[in-house]
């Protein structure tokens, strides 16, 4: 029996109609694609595209810190080996097209206390540290390198955390002088990771990686509008990185969008044997799949959010910031969740001041005592104790500035870990176990939510994790965001919520160029 051949227009029209419509889709996908404000997922599609090759991507950035930088400070050097960087990231997706690294190919700025084994300084955004050499790479930026994240540069930094005088103000080293809040003139920039935070907000990186001893990430995030991630203490390495503090320090993702954040995130967690006790301890709160699962649209469903608003409203310089949080917990509360409003944390004024808990007291004996443990195991360098830095901050003041450097000769007066360091530690462990853990536990909640950054310091002694996004802006422009913390280990729950409001609201938008700047766009393959 002879079977008929089927006709072949459907098929071909069927052809058609597939085809036809990815070429539409991508037509359409390159009409509206624009690096500025890209994220991690549109530039991976346009590199799957060959509409955008990593190479291109670092040349723009290097083209917007050239054209920026000289104005907001926020850049202290930039890898001269990047593009080597870019191209072979470009060749391993030529050989390896299913690579599903979301990082290969995307450049990252470090702040600049972070260590990489390279042409690029590693200082604290000091001359006392310029020319000295590291051992090997920080436990993050290996993770990155070996993701295929291309290292584009370092960010500045308040120098050594504004551990060095509290007259510098915040955004200020001697390597680069003040850095500038892209949106506001004049305005705060917050933070010792500001520059991580400014690179990122005005599209002189994807992503960044900053850290955070107490609202380093949190407060310049919240200032310059960009998602700054605070993780749990140990869930990232802090192995080459400059310390404070390793009961309070953690290294954390910077990004304009809380999927890139959480992208970089999945890649630098982990067990890391040169910063054994806290990343083991740490390795239990990492779930299988890592973290990108919990990019949820609906993650504010069945969520208990607690609010509290005493004291940090009434500290808050946002002119608006009642309002505005009104409005968000409305949008919260649309999303899906219990809203527990009205708490307030036991005893929080004394946990608010550094001197009343005993944070200072700490502080300055363990910056002391861990960054002398850095500087000697340094391979070259001029500097082998925090004596030699203050040394060299009087002998160069054409350098340095004669600004102060009290709290270094503060820290330097310490002499280890004794019985009034060891009660400033139990005084906070006790604090905060009283205050935010309880109610946290108390209340059944999955996170707590305060406008601005002031509750920094509450998830900073308890090394609890934090995440702010972007939530408004104030009359004069200044950008301002919301806070979610929870306890250690809680990145699931902050990244649904913080992921539901993000997409909820969508409130981030670029800073405007300065007024001198005209850009000359590459155009892209």
């Given at each position: 029996m002879e079977m008929k051949r089927p006709p072949l227009f459907p098929f071909i029209f069927l052809i058609y109609l597939v085809v036809g419509r990815t070429v539409f889709v991508n037509s359409q996908f390159q009409e509206n694609f624009k690096i500025e404000e890209a994220t991690i997922q549109d530039i991976q599609r346009a590199f799957a595209l060959k509409q955008l090759t990593s190479r291109n991507l670092v040349d723009f950035y290097l083209n917007r810190i050239e054209t920026l930088n000289p104005f907001l400070r926020s850049v202290i050097e930039v890898n001269p080996e990047a593009q080597n960087q870019a191209e072979e990231a470009d060749r391993i997706r030529e050989r390896h097209s299913n690579n599903n690294s979301e990082m290969l190919g995307?450049?990252?700025?470090?702040?600049?206390?972070?260590?990489?084994?390279?042409?690029?300084?590693?200082?604290?955004?000091?001359?006392?540290?310029?020319?000295?050499?590291?051992?090997?790479?920080?436990?993050?930026?290996?993770?990155?390198?070996?993701?295929?994240?291309?290292?584009?540069?370092?960010?500045?930094?308040?120098?050594?955390?504004?551990?060095?005088?509290?007259?510098?103000?915040?955004?200020?080293?001697?390597?680069?002088?003040?850095?500038?809040?892209?949106?506001?003139?004049?305005?705060?920039?917050?933070?010792?990771?500001?520059?991580?935070?400014?690179?990122?907000?005005?599209?002189?990186?994807?992503?960044?990686?900053?850290?955070?001893?107490?609202?380093?990430?949190?407060?310049?995030?919240?200032?310059n509008s960009v998602v700054g991630l605070k993780p749990t203490v140990g869930l990232t390495s802090r192995a080459g990185v400059i310390p404070i503090s390793p009961r309070q320090d953690t290294i954390g993702p910077i990004g304009r969008t809380v999927s890139d954040v959480v992208y970089v995130l999945d890649t630098i967690i982990g067990f890391d044997p040169r910063d054994l006790e806290a990343t083991k301890q740490a390795t239990k709160f990492i779930p299988p799949g890592g973290y990108k699962q919990f990019l949820n649209k609906d993650g504010l469903k069945g969520k208990r959010i607690g609010v509290v608003r005493n004291p940090f409203l009434a500290l808050s310089n946002r002119s608006s910031a009642a309002q505005v949080l009104e409005s968000h917990l409305h949008t919260l509360r649309q999303g899906g969740a219990t809203i527990v409003d009205n708490l307030e944390i036991l005893n929080v004024d004394a946990i608010l001041n550094p001197f009343q808990s005993g944070e200072t007291i700490a502080l300055l004996a363990e910056f002391k005592l861990y960054l002398n443990d850095y500087l000697q195991g340094l391979t070259t360098s001029s500097?082998?104790?925090?004596?030699?830095?203050?040394?060299?901050?009087?002998?160069?003041?054409?350098?340095?500035?004669?600004?102060?450097?009290?709290?270094?000769?503060?820290?330097?007066?310490?002499?280890?870990?004794?019985?009034?360091?060891?009660?400033?530690?139990?005084?906070?462990?006790?604090l905060s176990q009283n205050g935010f853990e309880n109610l946290m536990l108390e209340n059944n909640l999955d996170a707590m939510v305060t406008l601005g950054s002031l509750a920094s310091t509450v998830l900073a002694i308890g090394g609890y994790p934090g995440m702010t996004v972007p939530a408004g802006y104030d009359g004069d422009g200044m950008p301002f965001g919301v806070l979610f913390g929870g306890l250690r280990?809680?990145?699931?729950?902050?990244?649904?919520?913080?992921?539901?409001?993000?997409?909820?609201?969508?409130?981030?938008?670029?800073?405007?160029?300065?007024?001198?700047?005209?850009?000359?766009?590459?155009?892209?393959?």
């Open positions: 995307i450049p990252v700025l470090l702040k600049d206390s972070i260590a990489t084994k390279d042409k690029l300084n590693t200082t604290a955004g000091s001359y006392a540290l310029l020319g000295s050499k590291v051992p090997r790479d920080a436990g993050v930026v290996r993770k990155l390198r070996e993701a295929g994240a291309v290292i584009l540069g370092k960010a500045s930094m308040s120098e050594w955390y504004r551990m060095r005088s509290l007259s510098i103000s915040e955004g200020w080293c001697a390597r680069t002088g003040q850095a500038k809040n892209p949106y506001v003139s004049g305005g705060e920039t917050c933070g010792s990771s500001s520059g991580s935070a400014i690179s990122v907000a005005a599209n002189m990186a994807t992503v960044s990686l900053g850290t955070e001893t107490d609202g380093s990430i949190i407060c310049p995030a919240d200032y500097v082998n104790s925090l004596a030699d830095i203050i040394a060299f901050n009087k002998n160069n003041p054409d350098l340095e500035s004669t600004n102060g450097q009290e709290v270094l000769i503060a820290a330097e007066f310490t002499n280890g870990i004794g019985e009034e360091e060891r009660n400033a530690i139990e005084s906070m462990q006790k280990g809680a990145e699931p729950a902050l990244i649904e919520i913080a992921y539901a409001f993000e997409q909820a609201t969508m409130i981030r938008k670029p800073p405007p160029p300065p007024s001198f700047v005209e850009f000359d766009f590459i155009n892209f393959v």
